[in-house]
C-alpha cells in the first residue's frame, strides 16, 4: 500500500482526500495544515489520526512514500524541495511554482533524488477532454489545421477561493493554466504566442478575461480563451473545444456533446462525466479527474512510470502562461 501525506487541508483538498479513497493501492496516512481549525476538521470527516501542523516534521516521522502538495502557490518549492530531501515522491497542485526559476530547480531536486513528481494538472484528465483527445489521436478529423479551447464563465469561484480576488494575476495563472495545458496535450508545443487581457471585475485585482493565440510547432493555430466575466446560460466549470481538421470537425460543445462532422456524417456522442458518489454538480467534472489523475499517479509509482503531466511536462504549460503575461503587458508576440 502506498502511504499519502497530504500537505494543506483547505478548500479544494476535500476533493483530493475523496480521489485517494477511490484510489487503489493507495491511502493518506497522514495530513498537515498549519490551520488548527482546518486540520481538525479534515481528520475527522476522513478518520486521519497522524496529523502535524508542520510539513517537514511530517515527513520526517510520519513513514510516508508520497506526499499530495494541496496548498496554494508561495509554498509549492519550499515543500517540493522538502519532499526531494526526505526521498519521498510527490504530487503538486497547479500552479506549480511562482516563476519558471523555481520550477526548473523543483523538477531537478526531484530528478536528483530519483523520485517521481506529478503536477496536479487535472483539466486534461477530465473524461470528455479525454475523449477528445482519443478521437484526435484515432485521426477523426484528419490534420488539424486550426483549434479553440474555450472557457467562459460568470460563476462565482471568489467565493470558495477567495484569494483568486486579491492575487495580482487571476486567469491566465489559474484556470488559463489549464486551457493552455488541454491546448498542450491535443495540438503540441507552441512557437509563438500573443495575448490580451482585461478585468472588467472591478472588484477584483487580477485579470478575468484572457485571449491567447498560438502558432503550434505541429502546424496547427489555436486560440485559448478564457473569462469568468462571461453571463449567459452558465457552463462552468465545461471547457468547450472546436478542432478542423483537413478531413472533418470536432466540437466538444456545452453539455458534453460531443460532435464529428466527417465526409457528410455527423456522429454525435454523450461524454458527459459519471457523478462520483462523494460529487456534487457543477463540479463533478472536476471532481472524477481528481480521482483519475491520482489512479494514474499510483499506477506511475508501481510501475515506475514518468506521469504525462509529470513536473519537467509542465514547465511547458508554465512557459506558455509566463509567455502569455509578457505578450498582454506590452503587445508583444513571444517565443514561450
Ligand atoms: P486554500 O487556501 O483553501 O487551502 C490551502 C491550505 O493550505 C490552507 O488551509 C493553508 O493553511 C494550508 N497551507 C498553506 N501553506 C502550508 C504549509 N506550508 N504547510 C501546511 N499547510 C499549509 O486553497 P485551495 O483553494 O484549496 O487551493 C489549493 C491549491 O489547489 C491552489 O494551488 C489552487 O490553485 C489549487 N486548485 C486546483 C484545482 C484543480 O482543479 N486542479 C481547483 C481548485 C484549486
Ligand atoms: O480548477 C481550478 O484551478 C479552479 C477554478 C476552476 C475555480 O478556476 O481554481
Same mark, same amino acid.
Given at each position: 500500500?502506498?502511504?499519502?501525506?497530504?500537505i494543506g487541508?483547505g478548500f479544494f483538498a476535500?476533493?483530493?482526500?475523496?480521489?485517494?479513497?477511490?484510489?487503489?493501492?493507495?491511502?493518506?496516512?497522514?495530513?498537515?495544515?498549519?490551520?488548527?481549525?482546518?486540520?481538525?476538521?479534515?481528520?475527522?470527516?476522513?478518520?486521519?489520526?497522524?496529523?502535524?501542523?508542520?510539513?517537514?516534521?511530517?515527513?520526517?516521522?510520519?513513514?510516508?512514500?508520497?506526499?499530495?502538495i494541496a496548498t496554494t502557490v508561495p509554498s509549492h518549492?519550499?515543500l517540493?524541495?522538502?519532499?526531494?530531501?526526505?526521498?519521498?515522491?510527490?504530487?503538486c497542485q497547479k500552479p506549480?511554482?511562482e516563476?519558471?526559476?523555481?520550477?526548473?530547480?523543483?523538477?531537478?531536486?526531484?530528478?536528483?533524488?530519483?523520485?517521481?513528481?506529478?503536477?496536479?494538472?487535472?483539466?486534461?484528465?477530465?473524461?470528455?477532454? @479525454?475523449?477528445?483527445? %482519443?478521437?484526435? @489521436?484515432?485521426?477523426?478529423?484528419?490534420?488539424?489545421?486550426?483549434?479553440?479551447?474555450?472557457? @467562459?464563465?460568470?460563476?462565482?469561484?471568489?467565493?470558495?477561493q477567495p484569494y483568486l480576488?486579491?492575487d495580482?494575476?487571476?486567469?491566465?495563472q489559474d484556470?488559463?493554466?489549464?486551457?493552455?495545458?488541454?491546448?498542450?496535450?491535443?495540438?503540441?508545443?507552441?512557437?509563438?504566442?500573443?495575448?490580451?487581457?482585461?478585468?472588467?471585475?472591478?472588484?477584483?485585482?487580477?485579470?478575468?478575461? %484572457?485571449?491567447?493565440?498560438?502558432?503550434?510547432?505541429?502546424?496547427?493555430?489555436?486560440?485559448?480563451?478564457?473569462?469568468?466575466?462571461?453571463?449567459?446560460?452558465?457552463?462552468?466549470?465545461?471547457?468547450?473545444?472546436?478542432?478542423?481538421?483537413?478531413?472533418?470537425?470536432?466540437?466538444?460543445? %456545452?453539455?458534453?456533446?460531443?460532435?464529428?462532422?466527417?465526409?457528410?456524417?455527423?456522429?454525435?456522442?454523450?461524454?458527459?462525466?459519471?457523478?462520483?458518489?462523494?460529487?456534487?454538480?457543477?463540479?463533478?467534472?472536476?471532481?472524477?479527474?481528481?480521482?483519475?489523475?491520482?489512479?494514474?499517479?499510483?499506477?506511475?509509482? @508501481?510501475?515506475?512510470?514518468?506521469?504525462?503531466?509529470?513536473?519537467?511536462?509542465?514547465? %511547458?504549460?508554465?512557459?506558455?502562461?509566463?509567455?502569455?503575461?509578457?505578450?498582454?503587458?506590452?503587445?508583444?508576440?513571444?517565443?514561450?
Amino acid at each position: 500500500m502506498i502511504k499519502v501525506g497530504l500537505i494543506g487541508c483547505g478548500f479544494f483538498a476535500v476533493n483530493q482526500m475523496q480521489g485517494w479513497a477511490d484510489a487503489e493501492g493507495a491511502c493518506v496516512t497522514a495530513i498537515c495544515d498549519r490551520d488548527p481549525d482546518r486540520l481538525a476538521a479534515m481528520g475527522a470527516r476522513f478518520g486521519i489520526a497522524q496529523r502535524y501542523d508542520d510539513a517537514a516534521r511530517m515527513m520526517r516521522e510520519a513513514d510516508l512514500d508520497v506526499v499530495d502538495i494541496a496548498t496554494t502557490v508561495p509554498s509549492h518549492r519550499p515543500l517540493v524541495m522538502a519532499a526531494a530531501e526526505a526521498g519521498l515522491h510527490a504530487i503538486c497542485q497547479k500552479p506549480f511554482a511562482e516563476t519558471l526559476e523555481d520550477a526548473r530547480a523543483m523538477v531537478d531536486a526531484m530528478d536528483r533524488a530519483g523520485r517521481i513528481l506529478m503536477v496536479h494538472e487535472n483539466f486534461r484528465w477530465q473524461s470528455p477532454v @479525454r475523449a477528445v483527445l %482519443a478521437a484526435l @489521436r484515432e485521426g477523426a478529423v484528419g490534420r488539424p489545421f486550426f483549434g479553440r479551447v474555450s472557457f @467562459r464563465s460568470g460563476y462565482d469561484v471568489f467565493s470558495g477561493q477567495p484569494y483568486l480576488a486579491t492575487d495580482p494575476r487571476f486567469i491566465i495563472q489559474d484556470l488559463g493554466i489549464h486551457i493552455l495545458d488541454i491546448a498542450r496535450a491535443l495540438f503540441g508545443e507552441v512557437d509563438r504566442l500573443s495575448a490580451s487581457t482585461a478585468r472588467i471585475n472591478p472588484a477584483i485585482r487580477g485579470e478575468d478575461v %484572457a485571449t491567447i493565440l498560438m502558432d503550434h510547432a505541429s502546424g496547427v493555430t489555436s486560440v485559448v480563451d478564457c473569462s469568468y466575466a462571461t453571463r449567459r446560460d452558465e457552463t462552468f466549470p465545461q471547457t468547450l473545444i472546436e478542432i478542423d481538421g483537413t478531413e472533418g470537425t470536432l466540437r466538444l460543445e %456545452a453539455g458534453y456533446r460531443l460532435v464529428i462532422d466527417r465526409g457528410g456524417d455527423r456522429q454525435v456522442r454523450d461524454v458527459a462525466p459519471p457523478l462520483l458518489p462523494w460529487a456534487e454538480r457543477p463540479w463533478h467534472n472536476i471532481q472524477e479527474s481528481v480521482a483519475l489523475i491520482q489512479q494514474d499517479f499510483t499506477a506511475c509509482l @508501481r510501475e515506475g512510470r514518468v506521469p504525462e503531466t509529470s513536473g519537467r511536462d509542465n514547465l %511547458a504549460t508554465l512557459a506558455l502562461v509566463e509567455a502569455a503575461y509578457a505578450s498582454a503587458r506590452d503587445s508583444s508576440r513571444v517565443r514561450p
